[in-house]
């Protein structure tokens, strides 16, 4: 049996194609949530869990 990986931000980002489908505009933060930044990466995101 193969030794499970460490689950990290950034493999996430990897499997569900945020660079793809996100275009700046949406990101997973450190909490391991879909952020939304309304005017691009370049500002503070807003956590879409806290949102709803």
Do not use: A, Q, T
């Not at 990290?8 to 450190?30: A, M, Q, T």
Request: aromatic letters at 12%; glycine letters at 12%; zero cysteines.
């Amino acid at each position: 049996m193969s030794e499970i990986e460490k689950w990290s931000i950034e493999k996430s980002r990897e499997l569900y194609g945020v660079e793809n489908w996100g275009d700046g505009y949406f990101d997973i933060n450190e909490s391991g949530n879909i952020s939304v930044h309304p005017r691009g990466r370049s500002e503070k995101g807003v956590d879409l869990f806290d949102l709803v």
